[in-house]
DNA sequence: TTTGATATGTCAATTTATTGATATAAAATT
DNA sequence: AATTTTATATCAATAAATTGACATATCAAA
């Protein structure tokens, strides 16, 4: 039987119900409130983080396959395709032959992807500043610092 | 200019940066690991939420209004309408007029719902300890806090 | 009592997201 | 050279998720 220290204090399924339900809470209004934020552009928070991906310094000339970006943004191929199929159409991402690897195709910011990204910057960071007005830098790094390894724990499940 | 303590320490955009993309992996993974997790109850997420929602101690004979739901799921009425729908065809919740204002219908859980729901908090239970095996009790308290003022600073923008 | 606000529902359009099945082409291995 | 694995794409079905517009019933206030 678990010890507690008072009847008050949460049991650690009553911890977890909450994380997860918090965890649940924050990515709706991410969702929300942010493709709402980028509305000048636009974008919806998935075609942002495909966006940011392929922005990378070392990923930014070269691309990077549809394999590798699955994994980087942890979401299904087909749904994966879909948001490059309409980011293509709007000419922000092309897809090249790689080289190295005749079944593989690199996917790209093309010119007007990268200026799309650029001009986009600013309206990012005004986003992130009032998102994270309620945490202090230690704060926000310690949190990020946990949501890493909660990240794992959930992608071994 | 903002001054750091080496080349090497992340800036604050940085900082905010690597938070919200490990909060987007997270969300990506909570749907589709904890969905497939509860495949055998063939429930997804979204419905988990709302049964949990409503499972609680002072909901569970009274119900919710659709309105609460809305605040406190922070999601759509359309889309949580679709949700209940869904739920109403399989019998897990019913809507029932509210005696106290006639506008609002209570939502709450119909017997088969609540058996649904006890059946399915030993799974809850092993997806959680799964999910959270990287995080020992106190950084999980540490975590639920920090995503608690990260929602609230969500909420706002 | 009329007027306005509230609670819910509905319809439409679009985007996101999953699994499963199938197909094709190229690389790697046997 | 034949086989297997890998990378991508596609089609289908289903569920979620948003905004916007519109409808209806009820409550509250002028």
Redesign the interface.
Known sequence: MPRRKSMSEPS??E???????????????????GTR?MGDFGAT?QQW?VL?ALARPLVREKGMSVKDLIEF????RQNLTAVLDRLEARDWVERVKDPEDGRSRLVRLTSEGNRTWDAMQGTI?A?????????N?A??????Q????????????
Do not use: W
């Open positions: 650690g399924f911890i977890a119900n909450r994380l997860f339900f918090r965890l649940y809470q924050c990515s709706n209004l991410l969702h929300k409130n934020y928070t983080a940011g943004l942890m979401l299904s960071e986003f992130y500043a009032q998102a994270l007005t309620p945490l830098d704060e926000q790094v310690q949190l990020y946990l949501l890493d390894r909660l990240r794992d724990g959930l992608n071994d499940v």
